[in-house]
């Protein structure tokens, strides 16, 4: 069995392939050894990946003869701190690691985000993968080498840009991911189609319930065009110094009420971008710049699949004011003021600081009245 598709990150001598297929978890030792510079690895999970693919992943390394250590950690957006990451780095010197070793992220956002910035501090930088196995990690974090652990003041304010070896892209994981945490991935597939592919969001609307039911093929159309979309996108803007920064679209609401619910695990990363999202068309609209039918088309498909439009209840107690404080902290904040992915129109995202202050708690607080 080999990968369905393979893709390249173009990054002239870090380039690296994104390996989109099932049974990959069983293939890894085959698919790294060519990538790993010593038969070694480190192996970083989480308690609910681990007891799904941490075995089959040893066993397939190991009938490779790539020898493995590994560390457990909890799961969820708080693992994403200070002091994991000096877990994960404690625990790798422990095992003796050596700068020729591969560390390997196995899980979603929150693992391959502590795991690449681990491994990028780690003996001033050691080689690392990611074996993404939420829809979310697969179609967005996984790829582009963004690393990073939340903050008191903020999402990912802390991190590095740490290009992965390769990518493996396990479409069987899936199969073991809660309703919920697919959901929260569709709203980065979706995002793909609101910034800059009117095509693929038209194929989203019809499509977009067979990708949730677990679909495989259109599962797969749906990782393979994100994942080319991302690709493209990071060749061209790696360290997010242009149009790389509208893949943020929606992320400037949603990292805000992330914030201020302190990472609990009420609220996960894609649920906070499918609203943040709607909020940005809303800002849009309010500012004369979007047709209110292609925010109204955006808020139809959200809720015809079952994704957030409006923040959950315990956020609708949240201040505005608190809010805007979040926002900025922001990393595109820029002599004090933040920068928005505002839309023109479905597929037509830009950027812009032309946004006033009152303009933007106009839509917060439209979108806090129940």
Partial sequence: MTPSKTLTVALNDRSYPIHIGPGLVEQAGALLLPVIQKPRVFIITDENVAQHYLAPLQSSLEASGIKCGHLILPAGESTKSFANLQLVVEAMLAAKIERST??????????GDLTGFAASIALRGIDFVQIPTTLLAQVDSSVGGKTGINTAQGKNLAGSFYQPKAVLVDIDTLNTLPDRERLAGYAEVCKYGLLGDANFWDWLEQNGAQVLSGDSDATTEAIEVSCEAKARVVAEDERENGVRALLNLGHTFAHAFEA???????????????????????????????PEKDADRVRAHFNSVGLMTKPPGQ??????????????????????????????????????????????TATLEAALTV
Avoid at 261 to 288: M, P, Q
Avoid at 329 to 353: P, S
């Fill in 315 to 360: 956020a609708q107690r949240i201040a505005t004011d608190v809010l805007l404080g979040h926002m900025m902290q922001d990393k595109k904040v820029t002599d004090g003021t933040i920068t928005f992915v505002l839309v023109r129109g479905i597929g037509q995202a830009f950027l812009t600081q032309d946004v006033t202050h009152s303009d933007v």
């Fill in 102 to 111: 591969t560390a390997i992220a196995l899980g979603g956002g929150v693992i």
């Fill in 260 to 290: 201020e619910l302190s990472y609990s695990g009420a609220l996960l990363h894609g649920e906070a971008v499918a609203f943040g999202t709607v909020l940005a068309f809303d800002l849009s609209v309010r500012l004369g710049l979007c």
